[in-house]
């Protein structure tokens, strides 16, 4: 965050990579909202974004690239920006991103260390999504969910981010590669405190559980795994399907947010309005020797 007055900030943010689908305009508009998700995270608004591509010239027609960057801007123009250039190079691999110039009040930005003690959580996207576009690679998920699971990914975090301004949010992260558990870690860290997890609130996307039962996980997923080993508890016997979706590295993901106990009722009514995920699925619990704990 750059302050460039005592009501305004500049918020910058870049993310880029190969496509998750097949089809080139679903992949500009969900590389697109995964970018821009970083400044709704903050409660920032979007003004400006730069594309970021690799192309393989002599392997792909430039239709393609024509088709991918017409999907970012249209998602660009969603969120209330405008794409202004951007670079590109050729690569063996394709690649695309943006990056993205927001601005916010500086006295209302939301960051992930403010999470106190009593505060709701609550997670705008179910998750899933590395499961089911891994379960696509390997030609195991049917036509519907692929569709179902690409308009998630491409779907803005633009409405969560202004609802949890009006609720008075105290911390907001956006689930990305970390997986829920990873984003999540990082919050408790930084707030100095626990967070528990309700298993059966958490939304899931359609067939997670069974798909990853049946091994279809990234290896990202294992990654997380590692790096989570001895700060998460889990209470009782659990489903380890169910379990490594926690794990699941999302592209595109929710907003994970903290509502302090007083505003979480109306929060989640405007989430329901909304069409979003609304059940709280968490709590702030003061520090233990663990950050965080699944019940």
Not at 40 to 45: L, N, R, T
């Amino acid at each position: 965050m750059f302050r460039i007055s005592e009501t305004q900030a500049l918020v910058q943010t870049v993310d880029f990579f190969p496509p998750i689908v097949d089809d080139p305009y679903s992949f500009g508009q969900i590389a697109a909202a995964n970018a821009l998700s970083d400044v709704f995270a903050m409660g920032g608004k979007p003004l400006t974004a730069l594309n970021i591509v690799a192309f393989p010239a002599s392997d792909l027609p430039r239709q393609i690239l024509a088709e991918i960057l017409r999907g970012g801007n249209d998602k660009v123009i969603e969120a209330g920006a405008v794409t202004v250039g951007g670079h590109s190079i050729k690569d063996k691999e394709l690649k695309y991103g943006i990056a993205v110039t927001g601005i916010v009040d500086p006295k209302r930005v939301v960051s992930n260390d403010g999470a106190r003690v009593g505060d709701r959580l609550f997670l705008t996207k179910p998750l899933g999504t590395g499961i089911i576009t891994t379960g696509i690679k390997r030609g195991v998920v049917d036509d519907t969910l692929a569709e179902a699971i690409t308009r998630q990914m491409a779907a803005l975090n633009r409405t969560a981010a202004e609802l949890m301004l009006q609720f008075d949010a105290t911390a907001a992260t956006d689930i990305t590669g970390y997986g829920l558990l990873g984003h999540a870690l990082e919050m408790a860290v930084a707030s100095e405190v626990t967070i528990e997890f309700k298993q059966d609130s958490l939304p899931l996307l359609p067939e997670a559980v069974s798909l990853a039962a049946q091994g279809m996980n990234p290896g990202g997923a294992n990654d997380n795994r590692k790096h989570l080993e001895g700060r998460v508890e889990f209470a009782g016997q659990q489903d380890p399907a169910r379990i490594q979706v926690l794990y699941d590295p999302q592209t595109s993901g929710g907003l994970l947010i903290a509502i302090p106990e007083k505003r979480a009722e109306e929060f989640s009514r405007a989430l329901q309005s909304h069409g979003l995920p609304a059940e709280p699925t968490g709590e702030i619990l003061p520090g233990r020797s663990v950050p965080l704990i699944v019940t």
